[in-house]
């Protein structure tokens, strides 16, 4: 016995040191009950840990591997008393010592890389940090489907590996796929920017990157493939505010107009299921149209799970429960009413206490039927099976510590910093620098030494860190002042005089200035546009000194009105470098001095600071409300002049375009039960006599399909990648509908001199649809135009409908 408490001591002792919480996110350690010696288990069904536990293993059904995961998670559910049941509904789950089951941590993050967000994962001294690529935004700024699969693909592996080693866990809540509906909102970093299109596609590409394993993609059962980690694309839905003045994501009401939904805040989540097969989804903290996104059943039950078909568990966003209770005051609920409308509504899992705390006395009032509990640990076990937390998955179990941090992990961070880097000025083709002409370089300003600003948010402990000044170290004598000493507030100027004299002295200037988590972040937006405090006044003091070039680095994610230095002659060049990640000081000196031919686009509308002004941040409508003189939003509905419009990007060489198909023509005659459909015109608009028809009414088939062949030529002297992004326009006068969408997009590197033909298939039904006011998919009638790039080059698609005729 004193043996026995001896160990218990050491292993107390031991979980206390390796762990924040009392809750372990995995088999690693587990306690002997017969005083026998401590094992190491990576999976729940291993004969000898039931042993250890005084359990036959035999005895227990949902360990038989030749079970059907969903019969196997029936068997374990239907064990458990209604108070264990309810235990497992929370993110921190205590397990059933008696059924065999360990506890399991649901949260960790992977956003751009393993994070310490969450309960699920901490480094410790095996494994003392993990790759750290760009935040999502500059990441979304390459355009490169390829790429942002390899970054989900290294991040899964290094968060295997450290579930291996015991520090994390296999469901990861990451990535965030809200659409960036307004410059201010203080989580663009985390988000693939403004085109629920181009968010989509980075969602599927990511997703797939985090979860497939070769040879299991395609299955008969998504429910019966299994997964390297779990994704969860979140927060849905309609959630881009978190505190703009007085208004707060957790009492905001979002008033959204069905059309927006499809149109726009739904589209990415219907990607990320239908064609990610992602395993999670997360409900947001908002109300939408007058109820809590996660006691929503149309949002949770009808759409994510019915219409979309999700593989996998829905869970709230950490602490929604309590914020509807006490925040919200919904309904002036109980703390049961709240989790029996959630549940109801077709919540799995709780990041929360609720579930735990009221769950069954919830079931005991007759708020909840015992079966919709049963429901949702089905959905959330089987999860689990699939990820080999009961079984193991032996392809995935070598991976270990040299699977992190390696030196092609860290080269890929590098990579897709210098892929997403926009060259948004370049007068006179002052860049790429010459390191013969330039030998000392001034390197100033707030971020031009920084590290964790250059990882964001839900970011864990970089491998390492480049900076800018050592970047640029590597190309010349480098003379650092920060200039601000307060950092990017830039209230305290005592260091601006240090920063012009290393400028008159130094044969180039770089000036690297913008934000960081103090102004963009959750639960904070912006309330302008502008460079915080004198950092402009910097800037221009500077320029007008410096004896070299001068180069204006913004580090940021959101845009800045920057329109003072894009018309001052005595600044050369910009770059926006978003917030570069671990190796983001060597991916700028490398664009600077030509290693890298900058060829990202920026995948956000970059507005003058006065559009702020115009109209306020919790106003939901992309459209513009006439009535109230507010403009649109995004690209798609806004006509005003922009600082820098969605998709510019400049290169150190030049492309050319050219149309190599030619144009389509489809005319389609309906049946005696498809009808034509009418939408609204502006007024003067002559009106086809079949202005559209339903989407979901007709075939949309390859009969509907049409190839645009765009042909690339690098016609400039330097090697580099060009971004070809495709748009749809639809046919004039159509009243209300979008300025042009994007379609498709394509990343292609190209010799000096070198062509390429790139070749694209769209379907008329998803590429041409226009979600008319009363929310309907319709295809118009009339002439639609294909436009490639920065409408560089058009391409006709005319669509003719015909009604029925007795």
Known sequence: MAHLKLLVSLFVLFFTFTSARKISSHVKFEISTNGSATRNYTHVC?????????????????????????????????????????????????????????????????????????????????VPGATSFPTVILSAATFNESLWK?????????????????????????????????????????????????????????????????????????????????????????????????????????????????????????MCIREGDVVSVMCSFNNVNGIPACSDPKLL?????????????????????????????????????????????GLDLECGWYFQDFGVNATMLGRIREGEIDRALKNNY???????????????????????????????????????????????????????????????????????????????????????????????????????????????????????????????????????????????????????????????QVASAAKGPVILVVMAAGCIDVSFAKQNPKIQAILWVGYPGEEGGRAMADVVFGKHNPSGKLPLTWYINDYTDKLPMNSMSLRPVPELGYPG???????????????????????????????????????????????????????????????????????LDFKVDVKVQNVGNVDGADVVIIYSKPPAGIKETHIKQVIGFQRVFLKAGESKILKFTFNACKSLMVVDKTAYKVLPSGGNTIVVGDDKLFLPVHINIESYQN
């Not at 049941?85 to 993110?91: F, L, V």
């Not at 040299?402 to 002052?430: F, M, P, W, Y």
């Not at 009106?687 to 075939?699: E, F, G």
């Open 46 to 126: 291993d004969p000898q840990r039931f042993a250890d536990q005084g359990l036959n293993m035999s005895s227990f059904l949902y360990c038989d591997k030749l079970i059907p995961y969903e019969i196997r998670a029936k068997d374990l559910i239907d064990r458990m008393t209604l108070a264990e049941k309810m235990k497992q509904m929370g993110d921190q789950s205590p397990g059933v010592s008696r059924l065999g089951l360990p506890p399991y941590k649901w949260w960790s993050e992977i956003l751009h890389g393993v994070a310490d967000t969450g309960f699920g994962t901490k480094f410790n001294d095996e």
């Open 150 to 270: 390899l970054i989900g693909q290294v991040s899964s592996t290094e968060a295997r590996a450290m579930y291996n080693l015991g520090a994390a866990g296999l469901t990861f809540w990451s990535p965030n796929i809200n659409v960036v509906r307004d410059p201010r909102w203080g989580r663009t970093l985390e988000t693939p920017g403004e085109d629920p299109f181009v968010v989509g596609i980075y969602a599927i590409n990511f997703v797939r990157g985090l979860q497939d394993i070769e040879g299991f993609v395609d299955v008969p059962n998504p429910n019966s493939r299994p997964l390297k980690i779990g994704g969860c694309c979140k927060h849905f839905t309609a959630y881009d505010i978190d505190k703009w003045y007085e208004v707060d994501r957790h009492t905001f009401d979002a008033k959204v107009a069905e059309r927006d939904m499809i149109e726009t805040f739904n589209r990415p989540f219907e």
């Open 301 to 345: 039950r009808e759409t994510i799970r019915g219409e979309w078909g999700l593989n996998g568990y829905i869970v709230s966003d950490c602490y929604s429960m309590d914020v509807i209770r006490n925040r919200q005051k919904w309904l002036n609920d109980s703390n049961e009413d709240v989790i029996a409308k959630s549940l109801n509504a």
């Open 382 to 540: 089987v999860v689990l099976m699939r990820l080999g937390f009961f079984d193991g998955i032996p392809s995935l179990e070598k991976l270990g510590k040299k699977d992190v941090c390696s030196d092609e992990h860290i080269e890929l961070a590098a990579d897709a910093a210098r892929q997403g880097i926009v060259l948004l000025k370049n007068d006179n083709q002052t860049l790429p620098f010459s390191s013969s002409s330039v030998k000392s370089i001034a390197v100033l300003g707030p971020n031009g030494n920084v590290t964790k600003t250059m990882i964001g948010n839900y970011a864990g402990i970089p491998c390492k860190y480049s900076t800018p000044k050592d970047g640029f170290s590597t190309y010349g004598n480098v003379t650092f002042v920060k200039a601000c000493e307060d950092d990017t507030p830039c209230t305290k100027t005592d260091g601006f005089p240090a920063a012009v004299e290393a400028a008159k002295n130094a044969d180039a200037t770089i000036l690297v200035v913008g934000l960081e988590l103090k102004f963009e972040r959750e639960e904070f937006d912006r309330v302008d546009l502008k460079l915080p405090g004198n950092q402009t006044d910097l800037v221009n």
């Open 633 to 703: 939003r995004t690209y798609k509905f806004f006509n005003g002049q922009t600082l820098y419009p969605f998709g510019y990007g400049l290169s150190y060489t030049q492309f050319n375009y050219s149309m190599v198909s030619s144009a389509h023509a489809f005319n389609l005659k309906l049946g005696k039960l498809q009808h034509c459909r009418d939408i609204a015109y502006e007024d003067g608009t002559a009106r086809p006599p079949c202005p559209a028809i339903v989407v979901d009414d007709i075939t949309c088939g390859k009969e």
